[in-house]
């Protein structure tokens, strides 16, 4: 897969692209508060992985989707599309796209891919319909589609604050990590909606995290990793505590829910030995992925 930048850079030229949109996990997830405009104050540290899903843009009059899942809609509600929607009203074009849509993350999980899949359509149909706008005018779009699509712009290793939209790159090391997902989505509302008081706290852990990434220690990353949504995850998903359990039984060296869940991930020492874990977890009711942190663009693209 060849990353963007050694794209043509004539506007116009392909009709047609192909790019990958990574998944992330939150290494640390602190909830500080809440805010007047209803959510939450966050203090996160986000980063990509290579699981990633696929989609073709190919410039048309209209805005159509078609997806390989029957747990997205495959109309305009898909997040692909609003992302198209969005940019064609701000960048005031005429023109449509047809987006195919193959999901590789599993959704509604806690692993932003739905908001991967925005940030990819952002950044995609700036290049196909030529409108060479910068990153930080992209992300005024993305940010009204959700929290974690300015996020998915860059990709990479950031701290969140705000609602996690107001991010901070930061340095970190290669991870190799384990992902165990129960099969069955989990509502971010319902998770947000169980968050009490005695859940907030000050930032400290994330933190702990970015001094951790800092000193390129896996251990270290392993015993800082924290999410102050599990307790109210654990209260819709009770499973999740035995998810977290059998992954440090597994031989991870710490592990802990990603975003609001359920998708619950652990650290492992080498891929080797994720591959390890991830054979030893492997049972019909889970899904369990050894994957590899992604330190460079979350979307990549290529001319098709
Ligand atoms: P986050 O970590 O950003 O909270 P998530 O991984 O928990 O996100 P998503 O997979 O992004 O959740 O999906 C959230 C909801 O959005 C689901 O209810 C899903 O039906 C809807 N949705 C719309 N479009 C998409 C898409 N392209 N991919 C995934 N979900 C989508």
Same mark, same amino acid.
Request: hydrophobic share 45%.
């Given at each position: 897969m060849l990353a963007f930048p050694v794209l043509p850079t004539r506007p116009g030229r392909h009709r047609r692209l192909t790019l990958t949109a990574s998944g992330k996990v939150n290494l640390a997830l602190e909830v500080l508060g809440k805010r007047a405009d209803g959510y939450h104050e966050l203090a996160t540290v986000m980063q990509t992985i290579d699981l990633a899903d696929r989609l073709t843009l190919e410039d048309a009059d209209e805005l159509a989707l078609t997806t390989t899942?029957?747990?997205? +809609? !495959?109309?305009?509600?898909?997040l692909a599309l609003r992302a198209a929607g969005a940019l064609r009203e701000a960048a005031k074009v005429d023109r449509g796209v047809r987006v195919r849509l193959d999901k590789r993350i599993p959704v509604?999980?806690?692993?932003g891919g739905g908001s991967s899949d925005a940030a990819a359509v952002l950044l995609g149909l700036n290049r196909l319909w030529g409108l060479r706008w910068p990153l930080a005018r992209l992300a005024e779009v993305a940010v009204t589609l959700g929290m974690d699509v300015p996020f998915f712009l860059r990709g990479g290793l950031a701290l969140g604050t705000g609602r996690g939209e107001r991010l901070t790159p930061i340095p970190g090391t290669p991870l190799a990590l384990v992902l165990v997902n129960p099969g069955e989505p989990l509502s971010t509302a319902a998770v947000y909606g169980r968050?009490? +008081? !005695?859940?907030?706290?000050?930032?400290g852990r994330a933190r702990t995290m970015t001094e951790a990434l800092r000193a390129r220690k896996p251990t270290r990353v392993a015993a800082s990793l924290y999410n102050g949504l599990e307790a109210a995850a654990m209260g819709v998903r009770p499973d999740l505590v035995r998810m977290r359990a059998a992954l440090v039984a597994a031989g991870a060296l710490g592990a802990a829910m990603s975003g609001s869940g359920p998708t619950v991930f652990g650290v492992a020492r080498s891929f080797e030995q994720a591959r390890q874990i991830r054979a030893r977890l492997a049972r019909a009711s889970w899904g369990c992925w050894a994957v590899r942190t992604v330190s460079g663009p979350a979307v990549r693209m290529r001319a098709a």
């Open positions: 899942s029957a747990e997205v +809609p !495959a109309n305009a509600d898909n509604a999980a806690g692993l968050v009490t +008081p !005695a859940m907030y706290s000050d930032g």
